[in-house]
T-cell receptor, first 117, second 110 residues
Framework: EAEVAQSPRYKITEKSQAVAFWCDPI?????LYWYRQILGQGPELLVQ????????DSQLPKDRFSAERLKGVDSTLKIQPAELGDSAMYLC???????????????FGPGTRLTVL | GQQVMQIPQYQHVQEGEDFTTYCNSS?????IQWYKQRPGGHPVFLIQ???SGEVKKQKRLTFQFGEAKKNSSLHITATQTTDVGTYFC??????????WGAGTKLIIKP
């Protein structure tokens, strides 16, 4: 069964350092999402791609976060510099359909657990 | 901003008891999705509701969408240990992205 791949699974870094997370969506899925999930809360959308284009990054802290999906397949989320408050689970998801995103079933990867010391 | 409120935050039940979580929005929703996240895992899609008053069942799980399309519920009959996890509802925001509730954690008492 096809799955969303993410790496690394765990990352420990010191504040002010740069970190990067990688996501490979299910083959053929045009839409890719990056979420941040703080313990005890629901996922919060950071950025949504349709193929290689950003369609929503309104909640992405652009002073320190960046995301790209250059060839419309895999994607990288970067934080520079990391802050203590960035400690969270970073989830990548993908969906097949290209219509209104709220109707699309999303398939999640295992996530990257980030700890900033 | 738009919010999807979900209650309760936690529910402790004995195995075999029922479980219900409620989801409420201040605005009318075009659709609502439900996901389950096992401890240490990632969210997994359960179902989507679109129609006013819609009721869908998956074995022991019953999902409802309110007549006004502002609320939804998930009811589990006779909980089992495999039901443990956090259940999230998610509805569309202003940009049609999903806005997630905070989730209801189902805990089975030992």
């Amino acid at each position: 069964e096809a799955e969303v791949a993410q790496s690394p699974r765990y990352k420990i870094t010191e504040k002010s350092q740069a970190v990067a997370f990688w996501c490979d969506p299910i083959s053929g899925h045009a839409t890719l999402y990056w979420y941040r999930q703080i313990l005890g809360q629901g996922p919060e959308l950071l950025v949504q791609f349709q193929d290689e284009s950003v369609v929503d990054d309104s909640q992405l802290p652009k002073d320190r976060f960046s995301a790209e999906r250059l060839k419309g397949v895999d994607s990288t989320l970067k934080i520079q510099p990391a802050e203590l408050g960035d400690s969270a689970m970073y989830l990548c998801a993908s969906s097949l359909a290209t219509g209104v995103s709220s109707y699309n079933e999303q398939f999640f990867g295992p996530g990257t657990r980030l700890t900033v010391l | 901003g738009q919010q999807v409120m979900q209650i309760p935050q936690y529910q402790h039940v004995q195995e075999g008891e029922d479980f219900t979580t409620y989801c409420n929005s201040s605005t009318t929703l075009s659709n609502i999705q439900w996901y389950k996240q096992r401890p240490g895992g990632h969210p997994v899609f359960l179902i989507q509701l679109v129609k006013s008053g819609e009721v869908k069942k998956q074995k022991r799980l019953t999902f409802q969408f309110g007549e006004a399309k502002k609320n939804s519920s998930l009811h589990i009959t006779a909980t089992q240990t495999t039901d443990v996890g956090t259940y999230f509802c998610a509805g569309p925001g202003s940009n049609y992205q999903l806005i997630w509730g905070a989730g209801t954690k189902l805990i089975i008492k030992p």
